[in-house]
């Protein structure tokens, strides 16, 4: 009778127990019907999560794969059994080429038919495509080419570089008002088109002083350089990035510029094809890039003609190359535009140590304004075949240049400084790396040091063309018996600078460029003991300095 007892307590327990397992159960069940669904984040359109805010917010816009329909040729016909081949490109000098090439008709004598998307045309909100839609676009293959800028390559890797456009000279800009130098940016707000080469300009332009863009600066990022401008002039950011012809209407509540791309050689401009016109028809990419430089070489030889075409294409408001003035239009716009012809193309392209440098550096500069950058090799983002085929193609070959000859990567590069007045270099930076150490009783720099300076000086001088660095050394000044002289403490000062001055000389930077300098410590820092007070006067101080702005 007790063995019966004890069976039912027993299974009176295990009832028990499936009687709350199963209600447990019911119960999440029904509550996973009637709670609402989590809000999880999504990946857009770029291929990576949308950036998030100073304030928590995600301003980055949804994407569109909804592509506008191309604006085609006046001859062009879709029943001929050409192929087709669709640009996406802003209103920019350099840019016209495409404009030029199928007014021309130099699409249709290489073979194929090209459609070119205008961004922002006039006031149709077909056109209004954003950074974030235009490498979307080009990643999945429905546009074949885009033309954008280096820096962008970077950060999104939406192609392949397959042609350089040029650097830009001057089109490219930082505006500000009551800023000195770059140094001055600190504490400061600064508006920008969001994703754009604009943006990038700013990360870059702190990095040389090493300010945090999250931190030691306010971002107001608006959604083109017009609502940038347009913010500064509001008075809801100190200094606004753009670019020409839109940045000079900063100068309406007081901006002036700071900096350019005259000086700041940063922003390179490339054709990127999409990947998938690459792997499945990389004849009508070919064509395309010997369309691309016949066009140009008709550039260089005649300009008004070229410019002609670019004006019959219509849309003049949008351009600015109208048909009364189209030649003096267009070589306005290409005054402060390096373009790079077919030679400087192939040069680069031989060699892609430079351009591969500038795509590493390019990502650095993301990365350090805390944006996720991808994880591909930055060697598998530039493709030198197409160049070079069509550099073996003496029809496309000419001796003539473009309006500004300056591209800096050509072969035949180099700085004029002959007539730049050094005493007359105003300062633009004073770079944060300032003490380096060198070997016991020498002036030769310590391995540390050249890393240092491989840092904070090697990629802003290799990037640029109008700016100096005016190199000054310090020497602390010991107590000795007998006592140094100012000429011994001087020597030993300005060698600390040449020797600055020879390692940057050694990584290709033209000596020529150098203002070296060198000063003596405070009165009551001379012929001291005092360890901590010597510390303080064994410096070499790096300061960026440009002619004029």
């Known amino acids: 009778m007790q063995l019966d007892r004890t069976r039912i307590i027993f299974i009176g327990i295990i009832a028990a127990t499936l009687i709350l397992v199963c209600g447990v159960i019911v119960f999440n069940t029904m509550s996973s019907l009637f709670e609402p669904e989590p809000q999880v984040e999504t990946i857009d359109g770029t291929?990576?999560?949308?950036?998030?805010?100073?304030?928590?917010?995600?301003?980055?816009?949804?994407?569109?794969?909804?592509?506008?329909?191309?604006?085609?040729?006046?001859?062009?016909?879709?029943?001929?059994?050409?192929?087709?081949?669709?640009?996406?490109?802003?209103?920019?000098?350099?840019?016209?080429?495409?404009?030029?090439?199928?007014?021309?008709?130099?699409?249709?004598?290489h073979g194929f038919h090209l459609g070119i998307v205008p961004f922002f045309l006039d006031d149709d909100p077909a056109y209004d495509i954003s950074e974030e839609q235009r490498t979307a676009l080009l990643r999945n293959g429905?546009?074949?080419?885009?033309?954008?800028?280096?820096?962008?390559?970077?950060?999104?890797?939406?192609?392949?570089?397959?042609?350089?456009?040029?650097?830009?000279?001057?089109?490219?800009?930082?505006?500000?008002?009551?800023?000195?130098?770059?140094?001055d940016l600190r504490g400061k707000r600064i508006a920008f088109a969001r994703g754009s080469v604009g943006e990038y300009f700013v990360y870059y332009t702190l990095s040389i002083a090493q300010l945090s863009p999250r931190s030691q600066v306010t971002l107001v990022p608006q959604d083109s350089v017009a609502d940038a401008v347009e913010a500064f002039n509001n008075g809801l950011a100190d200094v606004v990035a753009g670019w020409e012809p839109d940045i000079y209407d900063a100068e309406e509540s007081g901006g002036v510029p700071l900096l350019s791309s005259a000086q700041l050689r940063?922003?390179?401009?490339?054709?990127?094809?999409?990947?998938?016109?690459?792997?499945?028809?990389?004849?009508?990419?070919?064509?395309?890039?010997?369309?691309?430089?016949d066009t140009l070489k008709v550039q260089f030889e005649d300009l008004p003609q070229a410019a002609n075409y670019i004006a019959s294409w219509g849309n003049n408001d949008w351009s600015f190359v109208y048909p009364e003035s189209a030649?003096?239009?267009?070589?306005?716009?290409?005054?402060?535009?390096?373009?790079?012809?077919?030679?400087?193309?192939?040069?680069?392209?031989?060699d892609l140590r430079p351009i591969i440098n500038r795509l590493e550096i390019a990502r650095r500069v993301w990365a350090a304004s805390d944006i996720s950058v991808p994880s591909d090799n930055v060697e598998d983002l530039v493709d030198p075949s197409f160049v070079l085929r069509a550099a073996d193609q003496p029809q496309l070959q000419t001796s003539r240049r473009p309006v500004n000859d300056t591209f800096s990567m050509s072969a035949t590069a180099q700085l004029d400084v002959g007539g730049?007045?050094?005493?007359?270099?105003?300062?633009?930076?004073?770079?944060?790396?300032?003490?380096?150490?060198?070997?016991?009783?020498?002036?030769?720099?310590?391995?540390?040091?050249?890393r240092?300076?491989?840092?904070?000086?090697?990629?802003?001088?290799?990037?640029?063309?109008?700016?100096?660095l005016r190199v000054q050394g310090s020497s602390a000044w010991p107590a000795n018996d007998p006592p140094y002289t100012e000429q011994d403490i001087l020597e030993?000062?300005?060698?600390?600078?040449?020797?600055?001055?020879?390692?940057?000389?050694?990584?290709?930077?033209?000596?020529?460029?150098?203002?070296?300098?060198?000063?003596?410590p405070p009165e009551d820092h001379r012929n001291?003991?005092?360890?901590?007070?010597?510390?303080?006067?064994?410096?070499v101080e790096l300061t960026l300095v440009t002619a004029g702005r």
């Open 327 to 350: 030649a003096d239009d267009l070589t306005e716009w290409l005054e402060s535009i390096a373009q790079a012809s077919l030679g400087d193309n192939a040069f680069v392209m031989r």
């Open 266 to 293: 940063i922003v390179v401009d490339v054709v990127v094809t999409s990947r998938q016109s690459i792997d499945n028809r990389a004849d009508v990419v070919q064509q395309f890039h010997n369309a691309w430089f």
């Open 492 to 520: 030993v000062a300005e060698g600390r600078a040449e020797s600055v001055v020879a390692y940057l000389v050694s990584q290709g930077i033209d000596p020529a460029r150098f203002i070296v300098e060198a000063v003596l």
């Open 420 to 450: 730049i007045d050094q005493s007359a270099a105003a300062t633009l930076a004073v770079l944060p790396c300032r003490t380096f150490n060198f070997l016991p009783e020498s002036t030769e720099l310590t391995l540390e040091s050249r």
């Open 528 to 539: 001291t003991d005092d360890p901590f007070i010597q510390s303080q006067d064994r410096f």
């Open 142 to 183: 429905q546009w074949d080419c885009l033309l954008t800028t280096l820096d962008s390559v970077a950060l999104q890797s939406p192609g392949v570089i397959t042609a350089i456009i040029d650097e830009t000279a001057g089109a490219d800009q930082l505006w500000g008002r009551d800023i000195e130098t770059i140094n």
């Open 47 to 109: 291929g990576q999560m949308p950036v998030t805010g100073q304030d928590g917010t995600r301003p980055t816009p949804s994407v569109s794969l909804d592509a506008p329909e191309p604006i085609w040729g006046p001859n062009f016909d879709s029943e001929d059994g050409r192929p087709t081949y669709i640009c996406g490109a802003d209103a920019f000098g350099s840019y016209f080429v495409l404009q030029q090439m199928q007014m021309s008709g130099k699409d249709i004598e």
């Open 452 to 468: 240092v300076l491989d840092n904070c000086v090697v990629p802003t001088l290799s990037q640029s063309v109008g700016l100096l």
